[in-house]
């Protein structure tokens, strides 16, 4: 007999009234899809607003076993919520995150599955600037928006070029916040960085040469010092 599937829904106040439990159903041949594997998310807009919906997936050797399972120790401590709750406490304090739509866990038995909307950002992963001409500016403008959310408390547990996204007015924007969590100042800064200074090496390794690694990466270091 198969067990019986609870769900727990949370959601912007500002759409009472509107929200369905529909919003969760993407219809991708219709939406158009962004990224690949664990990081894949449907761009969505259910009520006309682009929003971006994102299915948690497990990464690494054990994702290959449970993709998208989760221990289940209750809903306010689950994944989905609690990136929610702490997207939705940086975005009401003004920093460049995304606005938080909607969350879902649907529980079966010991484990649960989540999923997470948020407002869809006219950007572009910092990824897809490695191969170009690095523009200090950008890199730049990358360092403060970190360094902001440093600031104020961020650990970014994911912290790589393809969560900050570049929006065409030239602000940066931290998305992927699963995992994170608001920190009193220290060594966790460090490690942040880098990871992200990783992952500008693993992904300009054959786009760009040394030269402009290391241009980009001391722009970036720049604007985080200013920020």
């Not at 949370?10 to 962004?34: H, I, K, N």
Request: hydrophobic share 50%.
């Amino acid at each position: 007999m198969a067990r019986s599937q609870a769900s727990a829904m949370l959601y912007d106040a500002r759409y009472a009234g509107q929200f369905v439990p529909q919003w969760f159903e993407p219809q991708p041949a219709a939406t158009g899809v962004a990224g690949t594997g664990r990081g894949a998310s449907w761009f969505v807009a259910p009520i006309g607003e682009p929003w971006v919906l994102r299915h948690y997936r497990r990464g690494g050797w054990f994702g290959r076993l449970v993709a998208d399972r989760y221990l289940w120790t209750g809903a306010q401590r689950s994944r989905p919520f609690a990136e929610f709750r702490l997207t939705a406490e940086l975005h009401a304090a003004g920093l460049p995150v995304p606005r938080p739509i909607a969350a879902r866990v649907l529980r079966r038995g010991l484990l649960y599955r989540g999923d997470l909307i948020t407002a869809r950002l006219d950007a572009q992963p910092l990824s897809a600037r490695v191969g170009v001409p690095p523009l200090a500016a950008e890199w730049r403008a990358a360092g403060r928006s970190i360094a902001r959310c440093h600031a104020a408390g961020l650990d970014h547990a994911d912290l790589n070029l393809h969560n900050l996204l570049l929006a065409l007015d030239g602000a940066v924007h931290l998305i992927d916040l699963d995992r994170g969590r608001l920190r009193r100042a220290g060594a966790w800064r460090a490690a942040n960085l880098a990871r992200l200074e990783r992952s500008l090496r693993k992904v300009a390794a054959e786009r760009w040469d040394e030269a402009a690694q290391a241009a980009a990466w001391a722009a970036l270091r720049e604007g985080y010092a200013a920020g």
